[in-house]
C-alpha cells in the first residue's frame, strides 16, 4: 500500500507541473479568453490607483447635450459643423481632430441651381473652416468588400527586419467625404473594438484597411501636432517592446499595433474639456486653444459614441481619444514588455513550489499568514512597475496561486478544474437554456437542427426612446435591469425560454428547446402575468416620473426550425419561420387597436381554456390578412 506522505507529494508534484504548463498558456491566450480577462480585471483596478498623468496639451470640444439643447438636435448640418471647426481653428490650434464621421455629401445639402458644384453650401464653409489649422477626420472599419475610394494610407519608415506586426484588418472603411480631404486634412480610424466583458481598454494605432495600412485616429492627431512627416518603427531591444516614433514621441507599439489607455473618469475629463456651446459663445474660451491638440466629439447619447471602459460604464469616445493622446505626449503608456510571460510564468512556478512547501512544513494558520504576506509582496511588486516604468506585470494569478497551493495542496489541480467548469457552465447558463448548456457539458457541442411548433411571445415598450431622454441612459439602464428581471422569471416560471434581449424589447418561446405541454396556453397566461406585472410596475412613483409606456405583446404559433445557427467559435440557438415575424407584427398591432396583447389565429386555436375578444381581420405584411384576438381570460 502506497504511503500517505507519497501519494501527498506526488499530487504536489503534479500540480507543480500542470501549473507550470498553465502559465506558458497565461501568456499566449488570445485576448478575450478568461484567464486574460481576469488578468485584464487586475490591470483596470491597478490603473485606477494611479492618477491619470496629463499634459495639458489636449482639449475636449464636447458636443453635450447642452450644446444640443443650445445649437439644435443631432445630427447637425454641416455648416453648423462648419461653424464649430471655424470657432476652433481660429484659435491657432496644433491640430483638429474630428471625431464625427463626416461619410458622403451633408444630408441637409443645399447647391445653387446655377452650379454643378458636388459641395453643399455647408460643405464648402467646412473647407474655408479647415484651412485655418491641419484638421484630422474620422473614418470607420467596416465589415463591406473591400475596393472603392479610400484615401493614401500611413507613410511609415521601419527596419530590416521590420517588427512582426498584426494590426487590425478591416476589408473596407467609411472614410470622410472625399471632396474634405484636401491639403491640410488627413483621416484617421476612429474605430474601436470592446473586449470579451464590452470594455474598451485598447485604442489603434494603426488599421490595416483592404491591406493598406492607416493610422487611427489619435496617432494621425499627434503626427500632425509634432510636425512629422511618417511614422518610424524602431525594433524590439533586449527583450523590450517595439517602438513608433511619432516625432519627438516614443511610443511602446504591441503586435496588434495598439495601445493601452490609461484610466481617467468624469474629474479627468472636465479638466480638459469645453462644451462646444460655450465654446462658440465665448472668444476667450477659443483663445485657451492656440497651440493644444484639440479634439472634437460627443458626450450626448444621441450621437452614439458612448462605450464601456475600466474608468466609466457611459465613457465618449472622444474622451478615449484624448487619454490615447495624452499618453502618447506623457509617455505614460501601460504596456507589456516581450518579457512579461515568462516573468510570469518563472513567478507561478516560484510561488507555487514556495506554497507546496509552506503547505507541508507548516501548519494551515502559519501557512496561510507567510503565504499571504509573501502574496502581498508579489502583488505590490507588480505595483511599482506600473507606477515606476508603466510595466504589466500579471499580479493576481502569480499571488492567487500561491495561496491556492497552500489551502489546496494536492487537490488543487482537480479542485480548480471543477471551479473552471463551473464558472464556465453558470457563464454559459446566463445565454443559453439550461438545457442547451447541459449538451454541451455532455460533449454534444452543436444543437442539431429540428422542425418543430413554437409560441412565440415579443414584447416591446411604448415611448421608450422619449423616456430615455428624460431619464438619462444610465438610470434607465438601472430600470430596464428591474423590468425585465421580472419579465424573465415569469416567462422561466411558465416553462418559456428567453431568446434575446434587445434594447427594450424582449422575445421568449415556448415548446423550444425543451418540450411545453400545451404551449400556447402557456404562452397566453405567461402574457397575461407580464401585462400585470407591467402595469404594477408602472405605477411605481419614480417609473411613472419617466413616462415609462405600456408594455405590448405580440403571440403567434407556428412551425420553425430550431437549433443552432453559425459556425467555427460564434454559435446563436435560435429559431426561423413565419410565425417569428407574425408575432413581432402582432405587438406593434397593439398600438393600432389599443391593447396590450394580440393573438395570432394559430395560437388562439391551439389555446384551450382561455377567452378571446375577436379584434377583426387585420392585414399583415407578408401574411395576408388575419384575424386577431385579444385574451379576456381563464375560462
Not at 190 to 197: G, H
Not at 219 to 245: D, Q
Not at 598 to 624: H, L, Q, S, T
Request: overall charge neutral; hydrophobic content about 50%.
Amino acid at each position: 500500500m502506497a504511503r500517505p506522505e507519497r501519494n501527498l507529494w506526488g499530487a504536489a508534484l503534479v500540480a507543480a507541473l500542470w501549473l507550470i504548463g498553465y502559465a506558458g498558456y497565461l501568456a499566449t491566450v488570445p485576448r478575450g479568453d478568461a484567464p486574460f480577462l481576469l488578468r485584464d480585471r487586475a490591470f483596470d483596478l491597478m490603473l485606477q490607483l494611479r492618477p491619470a498623468v496629463t499634459a495639458g496639451d489636449v482639449i475636449v470640444v464636447d458636443i453635450g447635450p447642452e450644446s444640443l439643447s443650445a445649437l439644435g438636435p443631432w445630427p447637425w448640418p454641416r455648416e453648423r459643423i462648419a461653424e464649430l471647426v471655424a470657432a476652433v481653428a481660429e484659435a491657432g490650434p496644433a491640430v483638429v481632430a474630428v471625431d464625427i464621421v463626416l461619410a458622403g455629401p451633408d444630408r441637409f445639402r443645399t447647391v445653387p441651381e446655377d452650379t454643378l458644384d458636388p459641395l453643399s453650401t455647408g460643405d464648402r464653409r467646412l473647407l474655408q473652416a479647415m484651412a485655418a489649422a491641419p484638421v484630422v477626420l474620422s473614418a470607420l472599419v467596416s465589415d463591406a468588400a473591400s475596393g472603392g475610394w479610400a484615401p493614401p494610407g500611413a507613410v511609415i519608415l521601419a527596419p530590416d527586419p521590420a517588427p512582426d506586426l498584426m494590426p487590425w484588418q478591416a476589408g473596407a472603411a467609411i472614410w470622410p467625404f472625399a471632396p474634405l480631404l484636401r491639403p491640410g486634412v488627413t483621416a484617421g480610424i476612429a474605430s474601436l473594438s470592446a473586449e470579451a466583458d464590452g470594455r474598451v481598454r485598447r485604442v489603434p494605432l494603426f488599421v490595416t484597411v483592404d491591406g493598406v495600412a492607416h493610422a487611427g485616429l489619435a496617432a494621425e492627431a499627434v503626427r500632425i501636432a509634432a510636425g512629422a512627416s511618417s511614422y518610424i518603427l524602431t525594433g524590439p531591444e533586449a527583450g523590450a517592446m517595439a517602438r513608433l516614433n511619432i516625432g519627438p514621441y516614443r511610443v511602446p507599439i504591441t503586435s496588434s499595433a495598439d495601445l493601452r489607455i490609461p484610466v481617467s473618469g468624469p474629474a479627468d475629463w472636465a479638466d480638459r474639456t469645453i462644451e462646444a456651446a460655450r465654446l462658440m459663445d465665448d472668444a476667450r474660451r477659443a483663445a485657451s486653444l492656440a497651440g493644444k491638440i484639440v479634439l472634437i466629439g460627443g458626450s450626448a447619447p444621441e450621437m452614439g459614441g458612448l462605450r464601456a471602459t475600466a474608468g466609466h460604464p457611459l465613457t465618449p469616445s472622444v474622451q478615449i481619444a484624448a487619454d490615447a493622446i495624452q499618453a502618447m505626449l506623457t509617455g505614460a503608456v501601460p504596456y507589456r514588455p516581450r518579457y512579461a510571460g515568462a516573468v510570469e510564468a518563472v513567478a507561478v512556478a516560484v510561488l507555487l513550489a514556495v506554497g507546496l512547501a509552506l503547505g507541508q512544513a507548516l501548519g494551515p494558520a502559519a501557512a496561510s499568514g507567510l503565504g499571504s504576506v509573501i502574496a502581498v509582496l508579489w502583488v505590490a511588486a507588480t505595483c511599482v512597475l506600473y507606477w515606476w516604468w508603466n510595466i504589466l506585470i500579471d499580479p493576481v494569478i502569480p499571488a492567487g496561486l500561491l495561496l491556492g497551493a497552500i489551502a489546496m495542496s494536492g487537490l488543487l489541480a482537480a479542485m480548480r478544474t471543477r471551479r473552471v467548469g463551473s464558472r464556465m457552465r453558470l457563464r454559459f447558463e446566463q445565454h443559453l437554456p439550461p438545457s442547451v448548456v447541459a449538451r454541451i457539458a455532455a460533449g454534444l457541442a452543436r444543437m442539431p437542427r429540428e422542425s418543430r411548433e413554437v409560441t412565440f411571445l415579443f414584447t416591446d415598450l411604448e415611448g421608450f426612446t422619449a423616456a430615455t431622454s428624460r431619464l438619462g441612459p444610465t438610470a434607465m439602464v438601472g430600470l430596464l435591469d428591474t423590468y425585465f428581471g421580472g419579465l424573465t422569471g415569469i416567462v422561466a416560471a411558465a416553462g418559456g425560454t428567453v431568446d434575446k434581449i434587445v434594447g427594450d424589447a424582449m422575445h421568449a418561446m415556448f415548446n423550444a428547446p425543451d418540450d411545453l405541454a400545451d404551449h400556447p396556453t402557456q404562452a397566453i397566461l405567461c402574457a397575461m402575468e407580464i401585462q400585470r406585472f407591467a402595469a404594477e410596475f408602472r405605477m411605481r412613483p419614480d417609473v411613472a416620473a419617466t413616462g415609462w409606456g405600456r408594455t405590448r405583446i405580440g403571440i403567434e404559433t407556428g412551425t420553425v426550425i430550431v437549433g443552432d445557427v453559425g459556425s467555427g467559435a460564434k454559435l446563436d440557438y435560435t429559431a426561423h419561420g413565419d410565425a417569428i415575424n407574425t408575432a413581432a407584427r402582432l405587438e406593434a398591432l397593439n398600438n393600432d387597436l389599443g391593447t396590450t396583447i394580440c393573438v395570432g389565429p394559430v395560437c388562439r386555436a391551439r389555446a384551450e381554456g382561455i377567452a378571446f375578444r375577436f379584434r377583426g381581420d387585420v392585414a399583415i405584411k407578408g401574411r395576408g390578412t388575419l384575424a386577431v384576438f385579444e385574451p379576456r381570460g381563464v375560462v
